[in-house]
């Protein structure tokens, strides 16, 4: 498992119950408010530096998720997924990956198709049953609370590159 981790080139994530709680709350106007943690922010940002691209793609549709993406410098977003098999597909063909060189991370069963593209398949502490029994890796964090910062500290620790970030990082602080 840790040499799978080691040789991930691509990260797809899921949003909701991933990199948030999964709770979505409706203002008046029927936009959607998330909540996400800022230590997960920061994990991927540290896994991009270090080579690994991120892309999400979700089932839902929301400007909270494009501005977040943004924010943290996830370049491909892709919004109102049904068949979220397709997309990974595509986008690995593109870079020609191979599916050993792939992960995911996903909380319900729509994700079980993001499942089957990837090499390494992780979920988190609170997902779907059936989801945690298809995961090589399940968080003992929850989706929304520090669940994604797990993943990309470990996938940094298998490299081996954990100790030396830890160090920089502290120093420049
Ligand atoms: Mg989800």
Known sequence: MEDKAA????LFLDVDGVLTDGRITLNEKGEEVKSFDVKDGFGLKLLMRHGIEV?????RRSRVVAHRARELGIREVHQGISD????????????GLMKS?????????PDLAMFQE???????A?????????????????GGYGAVREICEWILKCRGCWPRIAFTEQSRG
């Not at 892309?55 to 089932?59: C, E, L, P, Q, Y």
């Not at 098999?85 to 690995?92: H, K, M, P, T, Y």
């Not at 990837?118 to 988190?124: D, K, P, Y």
């Open 118 to 124: 990837s090499g390494l398949r992780i979920t988190v």
């Open 7 to 10: 040789g991930i080139k691509l």
């Open 126 to 142: 609170d997902a779907a049953r059936e989801v945690r029994e298809e995961a090589d890796f399940i968080t003992s964090k929850r």
């Open 55 to 59: 892309v999400i793609v979700t089932g």
């Open 101 to 109: 060189q792939v992960a995911c991370v996903g909380d319900d069963l």
């Open 84 to 95: 979220k098999r397709l997309v990974c597909r595509r986008l690995i063909e593109k870079r």
